[in-house]
């Protein structure tokens, strides 16, 4: 009416005010297309405005409509550059405000989660200006919660505050069509804490409250839903809400949104067993991905291309998808970018990186952030961001977050003893009973008991770790989810590096024992609480432990000397005589080692080291084998004595 009247500030006005209800309330984007490309074309054929309030209001509008319609249009960010300049030009406090509002709404969506950061401090200015409407303040508040679930912060208390205090102001004042999308925002942050009785709650009161004309909030239903589905293992429900979603999107052309589907339904495949399927979506996803623009959407993809390749054992593509992943997430400050992952597939990824040494404080960052618990190769990791490691190979000593505990004074030394007791016992499930008898052997039970309780209570608040050591029906232990043990990880690692050297079905199999025993060594520093040998309930652990390292130092210089690697051999039996100068098939093999690279002083100088060792600390005659590889040595130096004899 308004455009065949001629009357273009109506016309402009009708269409930014019904492009206003299709973006904020409808979210359709079948509806909302024509009334895009009308206004596109209006600009187009006449680029010049009636007013600075007119053209204001074009922009906000037009920059809301293609951030949902086309989320990778090469024009959105200069709309939304214009929407925050001109809406602040023109003095339009509600302009102003949904301007920011799709301004740090598309900052998320590419990525930017620095400038993302930066928006959302001008919104919480302008937000709390008197003249502020409550809509733009729930509205507000909506946005406020999805920088606190996806932004670098990851504080999911925060946002769910935010969601309270957003339904709040709709209950005071009556306005409820954003209750749905705050109640979104609730559902992703309890789905990020692991609080699921909550998002299911959640997910319900959002099912109420939908409306069959919002299609953008009856998709967010199905893709949540999905997610929460996947999150508690029922894969029938999670696929079928997924494949509502992926259907939704198809209806309504939004790409943005399919990718988003495709790579939710790649993981729920993925945990369902149908790796097939899984990677049908995953390759459709990435088809999508390049023309969107959106680096959260690349990183997302690249993390699944890791976790993927991994699982099928193509260890080299995704070891390189990993790095590209991690090192996009450190330049962007991605945190919680993971909408519908699982937490130990997360944690499996990351111990991953950690181990290969990839991106290792943005790694460590990230498990902090998301509370993630270590799975069976992270629970090996030395550098794990754990709460509390405890080293007693070669040496006794406590770190809390990284760093070396002190204690002012002097040293509780009862209270350590316990410690020390409850790792010569294995650390875990260890008898009550058990430790008072090493530490209170002439004790009556009640009595003995009740000094337990004293003592582990003292040992508790002297490291300060929640719930570092538990106790629970007479069994106590440390807590391997907050608890690094040197010597569970050395058990770990070289049990793995007895079985690779052992299987030969394997066709990297000396590469894998290799890589597993350098692991196992690098972690054996020493025998176990040598400095602890008067008690004799440390020997037992002590024996054990250095038969393993015995079994890897011999094992790996056996392969090495095999492969007529001799000048590995000698660094590699230097290092472990540093470590353990009493074997004496340590000398013998490096004496060996020698002859082979023709350093035959270098040969009895080891010689003489032993025979100085054993006859100092043990009063004992080397062997036979010692004395004829020494005799070797010496016939290197002067053939012709050899041949004489």
Same mark, same amino acid.
């Given at each position: 009416m308004f455009q065949k009247q001629g009357d273009v500030i109506g016309s402009y006005l009708a269409c930014t005010g019904v492009m206003t209800i299709l973006t904020y309330e409808r979210n359709d984007c079948a509806l909302l297309a024509p009334w895009v490309e009308w206004l596109t074309e209006q600009i187009r054929m006449n680029p010049r405005f009636p007013s600075p309030e007119i053209e204001a209001r074009v922009a906000v509008s037009l920059a809301g409509a293609l951030l949902i319609l086309r989320p990778q249009d090469p024009d959105l960010k200069n709309w939304i550059e214009r929407s925050l300049k001109l809406s602040r030009e023109v003095n339009d406090l509600d302009l102003n405000l949904r301007? *920011?509002? =799709?301004?740090?709404?598309?900052? %998320?969506?590419?990525?930017?989660?620095?400038?993302? /950061? $930066?928006? &959302?401090?001008?919104?919480?200015?302008?937000? %709390? /200006?008197?003249s502020a409407s409550p809509v733009l303040i729930i509205m507000k508040k909506w946005m406020e919660a999805c920088v606190w679930n996806l932004g670098p912060t990851a504080d999911y208390d925060s946002a769910l505050k935010s969601v309270q205090e957003g339904m709040k102001t709709a209950r005071r004042t009556g306005i409820c069509s954003w209750n749905a999308r705050l109640l979104t925002q609730a559902v992703v942050a309890c789905l990020n804490k692991g609080d699921l009785a909550k998002a299911g709650e959640f997910l319900q009161e959002m099912h109420s409250t939908i409306k069959c004309t919002q299609p953008l909030l009856i998709f967010q239903y199905h893709y949540l839903s999905a997610w929460y589905y996947l999150v508690v293992g029922d894969h029938s429900h999670a696929l079928f809400d997924s494949k509502a979603a992926v259907n939704l999107t198809l209806e309504t052309g939004s790409s943005s949104q399919e990718i988003l589907c495709r790579l939710e339904m790649a993981q729920i495949l993925k945990s369902a067993g149908e790796t097939k399927n899984a990677t049908v979506q995953l390759d459709l996803a990435g088809e999508l991905i390049p023309r969107s623009g959106s680096l959260v959407l690349e990183y997302r993809y690249r993390m699944a291309q890791a976790q993927f390749s991994l699982d099928e054992g193509e260890e080299s593509a995704g070891l390189e998808f990993l790095r590209r992943a991690m090192a996009l997430g450190k330049s962007q400050?991605?945190? &919680?970018?993971?909408?519908?992952?699982?937490a130990s597939?997360?944690?499996?990824?990351?111990?991953?990186?950690?181990?290969?040494?990839?991106?290792?404080?943005?790694?460590?960052?990230?498990?902090?952030?998301?509370? $993630?618990l270590p799975d069976i190769l992270g629970r090996t990791l030395e550098n794990w961001p754990w709460p509390l490691?405890?080293?007693?190979? +070669?040496?006794?000593? $406590?770190?809390? !977050?990284g760093k070396r505990l002190a204690f002012p004074g002097k040293a509780p030394q009862r209270a350590f003893l316990m410690l020390k007791g409850l790792i010569a016992l294995g650390g875990k499930d260890v008898g009550q009973d058990q430790i008072t008898d090493l530490l209170w052997p002439e004790s009556e039970g009640d009595t003995a008991h009740i000094a337990f309780k004293t003592l582990l209570s003292r040992l508790r608040q002297l490291l300060g770790v929640k719930d570092a050591i538990e106790l629970q029906g007479g069994k106590v232990g440390f807590n391997p989810e907050t608890c690094w043990v040197d010597t569970w990880a050395f058990e770990e690692i070289s049990s793995q590096a007895k079985k690779a050297w052992e299987d030969k079905r394997l066709s990297d199999h000396f590469g894998k024992a290799i890589r597993l025993t350098e692991a196992a060594l690098a972690l054996?520093?020493?025998?176990?609480? %040598?400095? !602890?040998? +008067?008690? !004799?309930? =440390? /020997?037992? %652990?002590r024996d054990r432990l250095r038969r393993k390292f015995l079994f890897l130092i011999?094992?790996?210089?056996? *392969?090495l000397q095999e492969e007529k690697e001799w000048k590995e051999a000698v660094d590699h039996y230097e290092k472990a005589i540093e470590v353990d100068p009493l074997p004496e098939e340590f000398y013998q093999n490096l004496m060996i080692s020698y002859l082979q690279i023709g350093q035959s002083n270098e040969g009895i100088a080891v010689y003489r080291r032993f025979r100085k060792i054993i006859s100092e600390g043990m009063g004992i005659m080397s062997s036979r084998k010692t004395e004829a590889i020494y005799q070797s040595l010496l016939n290197s130096q002067n053939p012709s004595v050899g041949r004489a004899a």
């Open positions: 301007a *920011h509002l =799709t301004a740090v709404h598309w900052c %998320q969506w590419v990525g930017d989660m620095a400038r993302c /950061s $930066l928006m &959302s401090e001008e919104l919480e200015k302008i937000a %709390q /200006s008197p400050g991605y945190i &919680s970018m993971y909408y519908w992952w699982e597939v997360m944690a499996r990824l990351c111990a991953k990186a950690l181990a290969e040494g990839i991106e290792v404080e943005y790694v460590r960052n990230l498990i902090r952030k998301r509370n $993630l490691k405890i080293y007693t190979l +070669g040496q006794f000593k $406590l770190e809390k !977050d054996y520093k020493g025998n176990f609480l %040598q400095c !602890d040998e +008067g008690y !004799d309930w =440390t /020997s037992f %652990q011999n094992r790996f210089g056996e *392969h």
